[in-house]
């Protein structure tokens, strides 16, 4: 049953000629029902012995205690220091079950960067995320001069910085006029890319500086900006067009509030946000990989249907859509599985190449998976990473 109407669907929906049709292996189509069998460990570095004996040491360390510490004997060890992961929206969702995950594994400080900072440390009680392992810090991305100050207020902690983790998101399918940022951005691509674009430049130094043995910036992606699949031929479609909307600053005073320069449409906007994340990653991976050392992704996590993204969706669609999701596409994800998933692109050894969307299969293990042609455009982003510098101030 679930195959017949997922072949229907996907007979129903075109696929332009560019597509590989890998969205069938991203959202497990036509496979079966999801089992999920996630590596507990995430470090494998650490043998169960070792970890026991380094547990009382890494609760003394500082935050600021370099990556190669002197042990008893005066030996060198590596890495006895907890990692430090700023996860930008960790109030819910996606970014809250990722905080989890990595404290879980006590090897991770998650700096929950939020913009309510009464719901995150709520959230992060109703987890049990222990005290010790999480620190909640104010961020609206929807104000440029907001992340300027998370930013001073991170630096001031004292924190190194590891791995940041640009996550929040919002979306507004229903919306028939556009609403905008603190600085006259379109609010879905103001908060979803300028304001990421913004933070993760400015952190750029800081993760330079990180001595840890791995140190990322990951940019959450999604199927749906990717024309390549089923689910990104859902109209609208993403697409930035040759940015013109974006260049004039996309504040719709007297020009259009969209990338492409089009007529606003709210869930375009959302998907057009998720093309730019990708792009910026692929960008930053070229500019900075090779001299950093920093690894840069981005990923789709899977279709977390229950997450407060849909928040502003009708009522039906938020009964509809994760069963939809769960009997028919079998893209269906829970929050704890999604966040493990990204829990691994921080911290999975295995997972350290730069410049790579991943994605997971039916078994839920991880591959390298392929962008739309939009989406991997690299004349796009170069163009993308330009236009924002300007309107972030930046250039
Ligand atoms: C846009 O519409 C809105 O315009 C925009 O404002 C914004 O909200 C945006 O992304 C958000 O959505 C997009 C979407 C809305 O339009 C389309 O998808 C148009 C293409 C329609 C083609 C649908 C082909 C389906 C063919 C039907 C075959 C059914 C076989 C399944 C058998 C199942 C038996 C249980 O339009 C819709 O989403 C409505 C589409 C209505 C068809 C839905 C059929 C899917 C299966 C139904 C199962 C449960 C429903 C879950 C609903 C979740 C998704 C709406
Ligand atoms: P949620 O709505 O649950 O989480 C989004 C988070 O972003 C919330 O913590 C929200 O804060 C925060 N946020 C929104 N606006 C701002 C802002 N201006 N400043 C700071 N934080 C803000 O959604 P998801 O967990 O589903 O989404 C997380 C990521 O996953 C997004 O990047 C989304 O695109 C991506 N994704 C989601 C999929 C899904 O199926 N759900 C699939 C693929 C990708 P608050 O709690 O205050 O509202
Ligand atoms: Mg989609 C192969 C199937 C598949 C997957 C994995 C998703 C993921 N979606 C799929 C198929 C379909 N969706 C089909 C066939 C339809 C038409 C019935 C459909 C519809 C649909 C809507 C209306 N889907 C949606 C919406 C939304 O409003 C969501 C959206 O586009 O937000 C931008 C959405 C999503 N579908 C997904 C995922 C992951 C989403 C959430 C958006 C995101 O996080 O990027």
Redesign the pocket.
Known sequence: MAFQAASL?SST?SIPKESKFC?IKE?S?FGAALSITLKAEFNPCFSKGLRKTLAPIRAQTAATTPAINQGPSGEKKKTLRKGTAIITGASSGLGLATAKALSDSGKWHVIMACRNFLKAEKAAKSLGIPKENYTVMHLDLASLESVRQFVDTFRRSGRPLDVLVANAAV?F?TAKEPTFTADGFELSVGTNHLGHFLLARLLLDDLKQSDFPQKRCIIVG???GNTNT??GN?PPKANLGDLRGLAVGLNGVGTSPMIDGGEFDG?KA??DS?VCNMLTMQEFHRRYHEETGITFASLYPG?IAETG?FRE?IPL?RTLFPPF?KYI?K?YVSEEVAGKRLAQVVSDPSLSKSGVYWSWNNNSSSFENQLSKEASDAEKARKLWEVSEKLVGLA
């Open positions: 669907l929906l969205g959202t189509l979306y399918p999604s199927i749906t089923l689910a859902v869930a959302y998907k998720k279709c993204l969706h669609f999701q596409t893209g």
